[in-house]
């Protein structure tokens, strides 16, 4: 399975052509909802799949993103990111500090900015580290560079935005 073969969208409403689709069922805790908030169509050669998502609490939605890196989904929606491994369904759901930013993907890593810090995924899914707070209302990724990621945290709105540079390795910031 390859990435370049899989597509994946979001959708606010089902189409009749996904409901006997093969569903995932997505949320933080357990909500016990009957009807999805949003949903995730994954289509990989004609192989459906739908994951449903739930939100339980009230969170702020400025973002949001749907990626294929290898054989793993990429859902980034409200305060979360959920992680779905197409070929054996196993899931990590990962809990920001505020809202979600980006994804960064590269040749051996997956970065994700929320609205505070990054988070360093495995090939799994799982959480490989969670850097400290680099900003308070925003961050942004300018380069991944050897084992440095450089870029930016807003600290101050709308305009004061101030540089980090952290370790790809530990997420560790390279100052002293």
Do not use: N
């Given at each position: 399975?390859?990435?370049?073969?899989?597509?994946?969208?979001?959708?606010?409403?089902?189409?009749?052509?996904?409901?006997?689709a093969?569903s995932?069922?997505?949320?933080?805790?357990?909500?016990?909802?009957?009807?999805?908030?949003?949903?995730?169509?994954?289509?990989?050669?004609?192989?459906?799949?739908r994951c449903?998502?739930?939100?339980?609490?009230?969170?702020?939605?400025?973002?949001?993103?749907?990626?294929v890196?290898?054989?793993?989904?990429?859902?980034g929606?409200?305060?979360?990111?959920?992680?779905?491994?197409?070929?054996?369904r196993?899931?990590?759901?990962h809990?920001l500090?505020?809202?979600?930013?980006?994804?960064?993907?590269?040749?051996?890593?997956?970065?994700?900015?929320?609205?505070?810090?990054?988070?360093?995924l495995?090939?799994?899914?799982?959480?490989?580290w969670?850097?400290?707070?680099?900003?308070?209302?925003?961050?942004?990724?300018?380069?991944v560079?050897?084992?440095?990621i450089?870029?930016?945290g807003?600290?101050?709105?709308?305009?004061?935005?101030?540089?980090?540079?952290?370790?790809?390795?530990?997420?560790?910031?390279?100052?002293?």
């Amino acid at each position: 399975m390859t990435a370049a073969m899989i597509s994946a969208r979001f959708a606010d409403t089902l189409d009749p052509a996904w409901s006997g689709a093969e569903s995932i069922r997505l949320e933080r805790r357990a909500c016990g909802g009957t009807k999805a908030d949003r949903y995730v169509l994954v289509d990989d050669c004609g192989r459906k799949l739908r994951c449903d998502i739930f939100v339980v609490d009230p969170e702020a939605f400025p973002f949001e993103d749907v990626r294929v890196w290898q054989s793993l989904l990429l859902i980034g929606y409200g305060s979360t990111v959920y992680c779905v491994e197409l070929e054996t369904r196993e899931m990590h759901i990962h809990e920001l500090g505020s809202y979600f930013g980006s994804f960064h993907i590269g040749d051996g890593h997956c970065l994700v900015a929320s609205g505070e810090e990054i988070l360093r995924l495995g090939r799994d899914g799982s959480k490989i580290w969670q850097s400290d707070i680099i900003g308070v209302d925003g961050v942004i990724f300018g380069d991944v560079d050897g084992d440095r990621i450089s870029g930016e945290g807003q600290w101050d709105a709308p305009d004061v935005w101030l540089p980090f540079s952290i370790s790809l390795a530990s997420g560790r910031s390279s100052q002293t």
